[in-house]
Each structure stands twice: as C-alpha cells, then as structure tokens.
C-alpha cells in the first residue's frame, strides 16, 4: 500500500508551478520527439520524458507519447515549471503534531493548508510553520520543500510526515517506493457506490483543458486506487481509500471518474452542493511506517474534522 504523493520536479499540488515562456521548434525529418528533444537541450532522455508526460512538451498543438516519430516540419513546443521568488521565512502557525523525535515528526495537517510554497501562493504554507516550530529538517528536496517526502492537497486534511535530517528522508523515501509506507483516507462521495469495493485503474496525467487539474488519459502516469465503503446513505456514500500510487489528485480524480466525486471539491465535485464547505471531505486518517532509526512499525491515527463529523452526523440523522 502507498498514497504519498512523492514529490516529482515536474508536478505540483495546489500552489501550481508556472511554466516557462515556451520554446518552438521545428523538426527537420523523421526523429522520435524524446530524442530530438534530448539532442536540440542537452538534458537527459528521463528528464526530457517527464517533461513530456507532464504535457510540458507538445507536437503541433497536442500532447503525445515520447516515442512519436516526428515529421519534417512539425511543430515542437517546450516549457517547463517555473518558480516565482518564494518566501521561507518561520512563521508562527499553530501546528498540531501528533508525533515527534530526532528523525521524524508527524503532523494532522489542518484543511486549507498548503504544504509547500509554488508560484502564485502568498499565504504562509505548512513549510513555513514547520521552519518556526522544529530544529531542524533535511534538505533533500532544497530549500523550497525542506523537510517534505510527500504532500496532501490544500483543502485534504489529515497525517503526513515530515523528515528532520537527511538519514530520514532517504529512508522514507526507500519506504514510499518498496510500497511498505502508506496512509488509508476516507472521504464522503456523492451519490450511492453500488459496490461494496472495487479497485480503479488508469493513467493520469495533466488536463489538456485546464493544466491545473489532472484528468484520466490515454496517455500518463499508472494510478491505481482500492476502495471499500464504510457506510451508505441516501444520496451519499462514505469510503475509505487505501492507494498503490501516489498520483497528484488521484483520490479526487478517481473518484470522479466512478461517477461519484468527492463531496465539497471545488475542482472535480458537483458544481452545486448542498453542504456549506471550504473544501472536500477527504481525510488522511491512517499512517503507516517504519520508524528511520529504530526500525520500529509505527501507526499513526487522525480523527475525522470536526466539519466533517458534522456533516455525516446530519446525514445520520435522515436515515
């Protein structure tokens, strides 16, 4: 099981990185667009993918796979994720941390707060707090995202971990890819789920449409999410979500694609909804892992918002 959202150079949750002025170039004869790509910037053929799975890079118009071949005369357009000067200064946030040593520490992240800066934020973020109130983080992910192996959207709330020192990161980091790390979230979807679990498999990857929102593609990155349903009512189904993958909006975007969006989404939900809400009711409830230096399986547990009880006490109370 594992639904980090790992940290990509070419993904961003909310706080969206901008992309660069593009870059237009025109292909000469037959060549496969990584390829050509790679030759006419210098940078490595697994960047170059990324930036095309990312839909950073485009044939005439349109996203496409990294190995098409290209005609003479096709039009190639490149860009890539720029960040504004951001600002990293501490910032006295109340924080609730559920967990914390030398290694590690453990934080029930309240909805509304971004994990880290990106292009267009201005309000402190997570990173910010995080700075004023422990020691020290690690620095693999730079200046930018200290101490961050992976992330939760802006209005998702619940448990994530953060690494205090290098040692610590790579050790998640090993955890979040052998799959031995993982959260479990529940939510509350719209409309009635009528089994009583099923498994979602698809690729995900960037809208063509709107480059802030993901979407399912033909083309994009392996998602697959686990569900089971812990309660129905009448127009509302409450889940529960264990991932394999750990895609930016994979919960959000799968659900829509059930046909049954996550309540309260200003993004992919219903464009009416009947609860007044800030964001959608989905919660990391569950951490799982093993702890960096002691080697001890530990299990963390956030209970559900006090917004979100209220909203399933409602619903209880038509059954």
């Known amino acids: 099981m594992n639904d980090f959202d790992i940290l990509d ?49 485009t044939v005439n118009g349109n996203t496409v796979k990294a190995g098409k071949v290209l005609k003479a005369g096709d039009r190639v357009e490149m860009c890539e994720p720029k960040l504004e ?60 995202r200290p101490g961050i192996v ?18 610590a990161h790579l050790s998640l980091s090993e955890q979040i890819r052998e799959k031995t790390a993982g959260r479990i979230y529940v939510a509350l979807l719209e409309g009635v789920v009528k089994n009583d679990s099923g498994t979602i498999s698809t690729l995900i990857g960037r809208s063509d449409k709107d480059r802030t929102m993901m979407a399912v593609k033909t083309v994009g990155r392996t998602a697959v999410t686990h569900y089971e349903v812990i309660k129905r009512y009448k127009d509302y189904t409450f ?33 009416k909804q009947a609860f007044k809400l800030n964001g959608q009711l989905l919660h990391a409830e569950k951490l799982e892992l093993t702890h960096p230096s002691t080697g001890e399986r530990m299990t963390f547990t956030a209970p559900l918002p006090d917004y979100f009880k209220e909203v399933l006490k409602k619903l209880d109370k038509k059954i």
């Open 85 to 144: 000067t951001l600002d990293l200064t501490p910032v006295n946030i109340p924080l609730d941390i559920v967990y914390e040593d030398r290694d590690i520490a453990v934080i029930n992240k309240p909805q509304g707060m971004i994990v880290h800066a990106g292009n267009g934020v201005k309000e402190p973020t997570l990173v910010n707090a995080l700075l004023y109130h422990l020691d020290s983080l690690s620095g693999i992910n730079g200046v930018i």
């Open 239 to 271: 889940c529960r979500f264990k991932l394999e993958t750990g895609r930016t909006h994979q919960i959000r975007v799968h659900a829509k694609y059930m046909g049954h969006p996550v309540v309260g989404d200003p993004v992919y939900g219903y464009a």
């Open 150 to 167: 992976h992330r939760i959207d802006k209005d998702t709330s619940g448990l994530l971990v953060v690494a205090k020192n290098d040692a």
């Open 9 to 57: 150079e070419n993904e961003a949750a909310d706080g969206e990185l901008s992309p660069s002025a593009p870059t237009i170039l025109y292909a000469e004869n037959e060549i496969r667009l990584d390829v050509f790509c790679t030759e006419k910037t210098g940078k490595t053929r697994s960047n170059v993918k990324k930036l095309i799975d990312g839909g950073y890079i």
